[in-house]
């Protein structure tokens, strides 16, 4: 087992016994349900040292919670990642909120974008990969009885804790063993995150906008404006 596949087999242990309660009503852990792409992104792109480690927030609806790839929008994963493989279920489906895998038709604007400018930018999944890895710094998906997306910055202070701390922990892990310049928060609650997770290791920790279609700068132009954000942290596109 490589240290990535050791590495998120703990997280899983880690969060197995978590019990978050009202408002919500159900979580779906795609490492889980979705293990077999998973382990194929791992293997086909987990290879180290890296330069770079994107850090999402947790999985969205249409993307990594159909197929197990963090911001994995289906046909960019399908098609431009080469990664394919049957996905469960998780043990309670909510009932807005289907898990249909590779099936699914839904489109997930955050994947598509950020993979999208992923392969216009670098062409081949090879040549990004070789210095970028893409990672969720929660795997978790959390519902609420209506199927509102909670994210984990507004769960209760009680259940978010120990959900920290096991996730801290994953990425303090993921960045000891892959070794990257730079940890990149897409977006406000990722960075603030690795700040505290990663505190005292040697390592550059920064932000991008998040290509979420909720932030009104991602919508004036997503791809020229995190270029500029990645040149002002010396990062080189």
């Known amino acids: 087992m490589t240290g990535l596949n050791r590495i998120t087999a703990a997280l899983i242990e880690d969060l197995r016994p978590l019990r978050f309660g009202p408002p919500v009503t159900h979580v ?5 349900y979705a293990a077999k792409p998973y382990r194929q992104y791992l ?7 890296k330069e770079v480690i994107l850090v999402g927030m947790n999985p969205g609806p249409w993307g990594m919670a159909q197929t197990g790839i963090p911001f994995g929008e289906v046909n960019l994963v399908r ?13 309670a489906i909510h009932p807005k909120r289907p898990v249909q895998g590779f099936a699914c038709a839904r489109s997930e604007v955050s994947g598509k974008r950020l993979w999208g400018w992923a392969a216009r930018t670098f062409g081949t999944p090879e040549h990004f990969f070789s210095r970028f ?22 769960l209760r202070v009680a259940v978010r804790r120990p959900l920290l701390a096991a996730c801290d922990l994953a990425l303090r892990r993921t960045v000891a063993w892959l070794k990257p310049a730079h940890v990149v928060g897409i977006g406000a609650f990722a960075e603030a995150r690795a700040l505290e997770a990663l505190a005292g290791l040697e390592v550059a920790v920064g932000r991008i906008s998040h290509p979420s279609p909720a932030n009104p700068r ?4 997503w791809e020229p404006l995190i270029e500029k954000e990645f040149a002002a942290q010396g990062i080189r596109i």
Do not use: H, M, Q
């Open 28 to 32: 779906y852990n795609p490492l889980e």
């Open 218 to 221: 991602a919508n004036r132009g």
């Open 79 to 91: 098609d431009w990642l080469g990664i394919e493989a049957p996905v469960g279920s998780p043990p």
């Open 43 to 49: 293997k086909r792109y987990g290879g180290r040292p």
């Open 133 to 154: 890895f893409v990672a969720n710094y929660c795997p978790l998906v959390f519902y609420e009885a209506s199927g509102k997306n909670r994210t984990p910055d507004s």
